[in-house]
């Protein structure tokens, strides 16, 4: 069909005679009322399938990651077990190596003993306020001593072998002022010693 009767066809179409249009225009305007009802339809309906759709994809890649995360967990159920066991003896060792409150007494002799078996002079040794932390208690230790290098360092190393957990801070060394010729041993030091106290139940 050529164009110029195609054209005249359609200048003489009918609107209220459809089953008598030529077969090719029939045909085109069923492909084009398709088109426009598929365009309808996508636009109102298909569109906000394919959001949710996508939206539903999101969610099943983070319920996987989820999944792959627990059965990880589940899978190191045991070793997470063990760990916990073995974290629990090492607490257990810990609080074992923090005095009582009826054992402070006999830490601090054996930090003073500690001090005057390695040769030195106490001339300040002075327990202050104890003061609560979580699940245990600070005590801290004011200590001024006279001696040497060698008698500090041994000292040091005592208080660090202790059966009770005592730490050692602000070490200050200084030339005594009674320091004769500056030997070695007419040193001054101050240091704080800490030591911790398990609090039971009720804070005491």
Not at 19 to 32: D, E, L, M, Q, S
Not at 48 to 63: G, V
Not at 153 to 160: E, H, I, P, Y
Request: aromatic share 8%.
């Amino acid at each position: 069909m050529k164009l110029a009767e195609l054209k005249e066809q359609l200048q003489n179409l009918d609107i209220k005679d459809v089953g008598n249009w030529p077969a090719v225009i029939k045909g085109g305007a069923i492909v084009i009322l398709c088109l426009i009802v598929l365009g309808v339809g996508f636009w109102f309906d298909t569109r906000n399938q394919l959001a949710d759709l996508e939206q539903d994809r999101k969610k099943e890649d983070a319920l996987k990651a989820d999944f792959v995360e627990k059965q990880h967990k589940a899978a190191n159920l045991a070793i997470y077990k063990q760990q916990m066991e073995e974290m629990k003896r090492s607490f257990g060792t810990m609080l074992r190596q923090l005095p009582s409150k009826t054992e402070i007494a006999e830490l601090l002799v054996d930090i003073s003993q500690t001090g005057l078996s390695n040769g030195l002079e106490f001339e300040l040794f002075k327990p202050e306020t104890e003061a609560p932390a979580d699940f245990y208690a600070v005590l801290p230790i004011k200590i001024k001593v006279t001696g040497g290098y060698h008698e500090f360092g041994k000292f040091v190393s005592d208080v660090a072998v202790l059966p009770r957990i005592v730490t050692l801070h602000d070490i200050i060394i200084t030339p005594s002022k009674d320091a004769k010729n500056n030997k070695d041993n007419d040193l001054v030091m101050e240091v704080t010693a800490k030591t911790y106290r398990y609090l039971e139940e009720g804070g005491q």
